[in-house]
Nanobody
Framework: QVQLVESGGGLVQPGDSLKLSCAAS????????MGWFRQSPGKDREFVGS????????EYADSVKGRFTISRHSSGNAMFLEMNNLEPEDSGVYYC??????????????????WGQGTQVTVSS
């Protein structure tokens, strides 16, 4: 019943933009903190960005700060990741996630209870 589904990934060229979506069922993002993570071959899953349910706290990885923006639909049924000026190093499988509890340490994947299946983003010329 509880499910997150990412969409919007694909193959783009360096400098392009892409917007990922994360549709939720069985939960509402009005009640959960939101996070985006990514994973490349040979690397651990890394933090991309997060937004607390109250919108009081936002965090972004240094590598994407100023280029990526996380947001939530007003209904709470979807969250988004806008990615601008993409670089080859941004390639990977992107995962959305939901967390309860406090808004602390949302850069830690262990905080999240629910994960999507991931969507592939490939940045290549």
């Amino acid at each position: 019943q509880v499910q997150l589904v990412e969409s919007g990934g694909g193959l783009v060229q360096p400098g392009d933009s892409l917007k990922l979506s994360c549709a939720a069922s069985g939960l509402n993002f009005r009640d959960y903190h939101m996070g985006w993570f990514r994973q490349s071959p040979g690397k651990d899953r890394e933090f991309v960005g997060s937004l607390s349910r109250s919108f009081r706290y936002t965090e972004y990885a240094d590598s994407v700060k100023g280029r990526f923006t996380i947001s939530r639909h007003s209904s709470g049924n979807a969250m988004f990741l806008e990615m601008n000026n993409l670089e080859p190093e941004d390639s990977g499988v992107y995962y959305c996630a939901a967390a309860g509890g406090s808004s602390l340490n949302l850069d830690n994947p262990g905080k999240y209870n629910t994960w999507g299946q991931g969507t592939q983003v490939t940045v290549s010329s």
